[in-house]
């Protein structure tokens, strides 16, 4: 086996020697011994397959106008070595990459039906109107152009996900040609998790993952009982299953997906996958770029980890010219509540709702409640065991506010008092969440009512009356939807949603779109409808809207959808964490701001591009120029403007970015010069305005990014902006490396060796010995981490060159283990002797060549010797 990164997981649970911001560092994982190649065009592929004979297997041939390569996996390392070294020489091999792993995006879910057929079941509150009113199409103009009957008619978009339960009404019901999933395919099984090898087949029914579904959902779903629909509910749906049920999905795979996807003829292909990144080149989004190239637009989601704070570019949406979507909050929390009954004293019964927990069996029980505390602003009511004398509960529902210790503990307390039921009310205004208890086995159902309800049956209780509830068993009870307003983070961008630019200062996202708190379908056999935040929601919701805008102007070219977007959307206001202050959110947050679909479909203003990026000081492009082209029948003049968005600085004491919440941002924003600064454009003319950019004048050592937009208004009464972004300071002198050691392959926590340590390794691949391991903690991303043997000899040392399996090629913030087998990257063994590491990672934009653009870790000396 490769082991070239096997233990990166164990980092996880490092030690104490760890610094807090090493811990917070992600971990790439790779297919064990996997490489995607891509062969160069004109050359015959059978050299290569004959070099790699058997030692390796092939996982997936590419033979694609866009991309010719295969994924192969070598079976171990000792059979695998010279093969392994002589790939990149070979004349058919243009490039080779590691087979990286990405994760499922964890995205926060938030609500998920229970009942198990609700989706048929007509027993739910019937909330249909003829008005689109669901809050992600108001905020983003859909509405308007659904109102105008626009839908993408017969307008094919592929995805790229877990699969799809195509059987749920809400998604057309079936699977094949004439269904709203017409196409598509499974590329790796239901038992996939990344690592074993995918087992396709031609179905992409997805029962077990869900996300897929939502995913679908928010684009094409079709009138159901909760009264919303997809964006674009006239498009046909490709679905491409690149997960199992759990676990990963790796580079070959997502390939296969895109260039499938593509070949079946999809008009826009979409993907809410990513992983930590920060560079244009990764294997995946090089494929997805060149299909923007050959005229499909792809959206990506953003990612999700906004806690990371700047320069933090998930892959594939960092790729060149590929639309990345940012997350902005749902004006509205939706929640799907059962429906029971409760009265107070001998009045009329009512109707309440609550979302059910588990365990769940509430079917039939009435009941009245009890509460161990009328004080309801109690943070900690029922944390502390009840007290000794309280009646027997085994005759009640035990109602108790959200807070504090766990549910657990809550119901534990309850139950040691006799209970067999719990109702817990939420604690604060929005919503209510099922909480699960079945930890605790005399617990027979739980569930949370909305915090109004349960303070109303509080006070009714403290006036000395009963209240009783009846209830209906969940599995058949009505559901109905209720929404809050958001008022204090709706509009705004999602904490969670993830921090630009790339390590190469090109402008991510895009756009953004809403993705926090987004109801839409679900597998029925995990309950049908979900309640879901990530930009996973975000980022399908504009591959929609591209259909729109398509279905409207007739064109998919990949440029002039995304700049009909980026012009048209609203800049929005930051969210400090808590709430929108007065002030622009940054561009390496939210793009050009939130997707106005029907100012896109319409305008009659086309701008030549969808950003500027000013790059960073040493690489300052002063000027830049777009053009304004007037599709319309009269001449419109254009006034020129720029508005500043918050300055947000990378880093304040440490060589690590500053996590969010919690980095600074000012006001301190460029000058923009506009030359023109007014421009009439005549009837199918076009003008050129040049920008001309002076940075702030702050300290660059803490590489602050600024970020605005062009504004331009149209006598014809369009408003249109245009993004820009760039960084005061060095990207090029950033410290990337922050510290690099030997390590022994045996210790879970790989904490660093001091002392002279000593190896004895073994040629033989299948022996299972102790190896040295070289650790390198990077604090920012590197185009390349070289991992080199030293030999000492004496008092003169000797660098006999890379590892086997390094150098790593444009690394993200990451931590990298590398086992030392023995063998360098040529598959020769060093002799017995003396070694140290040198751990060396080349500054952004660094030339390989000069060692004084490498950061370098030299680690303690070891001893090798052969069994
Ligand atoms: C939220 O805003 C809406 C509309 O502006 C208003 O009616 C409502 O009272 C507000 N709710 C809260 C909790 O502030
Ligand atoms: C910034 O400058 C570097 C060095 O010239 C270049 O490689 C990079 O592509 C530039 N970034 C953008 C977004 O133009
Ligand atoms: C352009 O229009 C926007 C409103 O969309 C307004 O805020 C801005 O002040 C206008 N700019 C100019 C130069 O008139
Ligand atoms: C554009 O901006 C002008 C000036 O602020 C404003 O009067 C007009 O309503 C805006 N038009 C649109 C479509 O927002
Ligand atoms: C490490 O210890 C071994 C003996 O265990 C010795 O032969 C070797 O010279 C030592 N190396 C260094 C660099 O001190």
């Not at 895009?510 to 980022?539: D, H």
Request: hydrophobic fraction near 40%.
């Amino acid at each position: 086996m490769v082991r070239s990164s096997f233990v990166l997981s164990l980092l996880a649970s490092a030690g104490g020697f760890l610094s807090s911001e090493a811990k917070n560092l992600p971990k790439a994982k790779h297919v064990p011994g996997g490489y995607v190649v891509e062969f160069e065009d004109s050359q015959d592929s059978s050299e290569f397959f004959k070099t790699i004979g058997s030692k390796a297997k092939t996982r997936m041939n590419f033979n694609s106008a866009l991309f010719k390569g295969a994924s192969i996996q070598f079976h171990d390392a000792g059979s695998a070595e010279e093969a392994a070294a002589a790939l990149t020489n070979m004349a058919s091999v243009k490039r080779v990459w590691p087979n990286r792993i990405y994760d499922l995006p964890k995205d926060n879910v938030i609500w998920t039906g229970k009942s198990k057929d609700a989706a048929t079941a007509d027993n739910l509150v019937k909330r249909q109107s003829t008005s689109d009113t669901f809050t992600p199409h108001l905020m983003t103009q859909v509405d308007k152009l659904r109102a105008k009957g626009v839908i993408g008619k017969g307008i094919k978009i592929g995805v790229i996900d877990t699969g799809i339960d195509y059987t749920h009404p809400a998604l057309g019901g079936c699977f094949g040609p004439g269904c709203l999933v017409s196409y598509g395919t499974d590329i790796v099984g239901d038992d996939y998790d990344g690592f074993n090898t995918p087992v396709p087949d031609d179905d992409p029914y997805d029962g077990c993952a869900g996300h897929g579904s939502h995913v679908s959902g928010i684009i094409a779903a079709q009138a159901n009982e909760y009264g919303f629909t997809g964006a674009a509910p006239g498009v046909t749906l490709g679905m491409y299953r690149v997960f199992g049920c759990t676990g990963s999905a790796a580079n070959d795979v997502l390939i296969e997906a895109y260039l499938r996807a593509f070949e079946d003829g999809s008009n826009i292909i979409t993907a809410s996958i990513g992983g930590s990144s920060g560079w244009s080149e990764d294997p995946w989004a090089v494929v997805v770029s060149r299909i923007v190239d050959a005229g499909v637009p792809c959206t990506v989601s953003a990612g999700n980890s906004g806690d990371m704070g700047l320069f933090y570019a998930s892959t594939a949406s960092n790729g060149k010219r590929i639309t990345s979507v940012a997350s902005i909050d749902n004006w509205v929390t939706p929640t799907l509540l059962i429906d029971s009954s409760f009265s107070v004293g001998s009045a009329a019964a009512e109707t309440f709702g609550y979302v059910v927990g588990d365990p769940s069996a509430w079917g039939g029980v009435k009941l009245p409640l009890w509460t161990p505390s009328f004080d309801t602003t109690d943070p900690a009511m029922g944390c502390d065991p009840f007290p000794a004398d309280t009646p027997d509960l085994s005759g009640n529902i035990v109602l108790i506010r959200r807070g504090t210790c766990t549910f657990v503990q809550k119901v534990t307390n309850a139950a040691n008092a006799g209970a067999k039921y719990v109702m817990f009310y939420n604690n604060v205004a929005i919503g209510a969440t099922g909480p699960s208890v079945t930890a605790v086995t005399a617990i027979k159902a739980v569930g949370m009512t909305t915090a109004d309800q349960g303070v109303s049956w509080v006070a009714a209780l403290a006036a000395g009356s009963t209240v009783t509830l009846d209830m209906v068993d969940p599995e058949t009870a009505p559901v109905s939807l209720i929404t809050n307003n958001n008022n204090a983070t709706g509009g705004s961008a999602s904490t969670f949603t993830e921090w630009n630019p790339t390590y190469e200062m090109d402008v991510k996202p895009q756009v953004a779109s809403p993705g926090g708190n987004i109801l839409s379908t679900w597998p029925q056999t995990l309950g049908s409808y979900a309640v879901i935040s990530g930009t996973s929601m975000a980022c399908p919701l504009v591959a929609g809207i591209y259909a729109l805008i398509a279905d409207v102007r007739g064109t998919f070219d990949p440029a002039t959808l995304e700049a009909l977007i980026a012009s048209t959307a609203n800049p929005r206001l930051f969210n400090t964490g808590s709430g929108a202050s007065s002030l622009r959110a940054p561009v390496a947050q939210v793009g050009a701001g939130l997707v106005q679909a029907y100012d896109a479909a319409y305008t009659t203003t086309l701008l030549s591009k969808s950003y500027l990026a000013f790059n960073d000081t040493d690489h300052l492009d002063k000027t830049l120029q777009f053009s304004i082209k007037n599709l319309g029948k009269k001449a419109v003049t254009y006034k020129l403007g720029s508005i500043g968005a918050l300055t947000a600085y990378t880093f304040s004491d440490s060589i690590y970015p500053d996590i969010f919440p919690g980095l600074e941002v000012s006001d301190e924003y460029a000058k923009i010069t506009l030359s023109p600064s007014s421009v009439t454009v005549p009837a199918r003319g076009s003008a050129v305005v040049s920008v001309t950019v002076t940075p702030p004048k702050i300290d660059g050592t803490r590489l602050p990014v600024y970020s605005g937009y062009i504004t331009l208004n149209g006598t014809n009464g369009e408003n249109l902006s245009l993004p820009y972004n760039g960084a005061v300071g060095s990207l090029h002198k950033t410290q990337v490396l922050d510290t690099g050691y030997l390590a022994v392959s045996s210790d879970a926590d790989l904490n660093p060796v001091t002392g002279n340590a000593s190896f004895v390794l073994s040629k033989d691949p299948s022996a299972d010995v102790t190896q040295p391991v070289a650790v390198a903690l990077m604090a920012f991303g590197s185009p390349r981490i070289s991992i080199k043997a030293v030999q000492i000899k004496g008092k003169t040392t000797k660098n006999l060159g890379d590892i086997f399996g390094s150098p790593y090629d444009y690394a993200p913030r990451d931590a990298y283990a590398t086992a030392f087998d023995g063998r360098l990257a040529d598959g020769t063994y060093v002799p017995a002797g003396d070694y140290k590491f040198s751990i060396e990672a080349l500054h952004i934009f660094g030339n390989a060549k000069k060692p004084q653009e490498w950061d370098v870790a030299v680690s303690a000396p070891f001893t090798v010797r052969y069994t």
